[in-house]
């Protein structure tokens, strides 16, 4: 028995299997996209995030002034050799910095800071300071060093500060 009317085309189960892999196809892809756009938004969150704590600190420097930093930088050099030191000696977890522009307090334990202060060898009447922010990588919340950190998650900033 014939089920099928006269002169009417039904699509076949070769022609259905095909529009379901180009569907699937097509879902991947958007997926795929929407994905790589939301890792890059939270990167540039981030990004933008340890610049502003890194602008924040470097403020925060200049504002001690020439001869705070100076005597602080000879006290630490007559306790090491190093030619410059770290402000403060170890990293810690920023969240003084942080505006209320961001309510989410996910960013607020993964960004990390560190300051190095040194006296111009040439000049010195001049501080270089060399502020380091950075970011820990997704899924890393345990304490991290800036030096642990990977390359494309640090910001560097570097700015003089003159008696």
Not at 74 to 98: G, K, N, W
Not at 128 to 149: C, D, F
């Amino acid at each position: 028995m014939n089920l099928r009317l006269s002169g009417t085309r039904g699509f076949t189960l070769v022609e259905v299997m095909i529009a379901l892999v180009v569907l699937v196809f097509g879902i991947y892809g958007v997926l795929d996209l929407y994905l790589n756009a939301q890792k890059q938004s939270e990167r540039n969150d981030y990004k933008s995030l340890a610049m502003y704590v890194a602008k924040g600190k470097l403020e925060e420097l200049k504002a001690a002034g020439y001869e705070n930093l100076a005597s602080y930088i000879r006290l630490r050099q007559m306790q090491r050799t190093d030619q410059s030191v770290s402000y403060p000696e170890s990293i810690a977890f920023v969240t003084q910095y942080l505006p209320d522009i961001y309510p989410s307090t996910r960013l607020f334990s993964r960004i990390v800071w560190q300051a190095d202060l040194a006296l111009n060898p040439q000049n010195e009447n001049i501080i270089k300071m060399t502020v380091t922010a950075g970011w820990l990588p997704t899924g890393r919340n345990k304490y991290s060093h800036i030096s642990e950190l990977p390359i494309g998650n640090k910001i560097v900033l570097i700015e003089n500060v003159a008696r």
